[in-house]
């Protein structure tokens, strides 16, 4: 299971759990445009940051860090 991970310098990290995977939150939203989804590629290479979809990504780590969460799924970027 791919799950993104809240860093300590606030950014975030792409993890993958063999088993039993943490405590995780998980974001369900609309989508928006296609060309303005994160997508599993765009974690993997840092591209894509200017893309609306980020803004999601950071209030869901931000979100789970302020109920006590490092880890979170998104699925746009986790599948």
């Not at 939203?29 to 974690?43: A, L, Y």
Request: net charge negative.
């Amino acid at each position: 299971m791919r799950l993104l991970k809240l860093e300590n310098d606030g950014k975030f990290s792409l993890t993958e759990s063999a088993r039993k995977p943490p405590l995780y939150a998980i974001l369900s939203h609309t989508w928006g445009e296609d060309n303005e989804e994160v997508t599993f590629k765009d974690v993997v290479e840092g591209t894509g940051k200017s893309k609306t979809g980020y803004a999601k990504i950071y209030f869901c780590g931000d979100q789970a860090a302020k109920d006590g969460l490092q880890y979170f799924w998104i699925d746009t970027c986790c599948i």
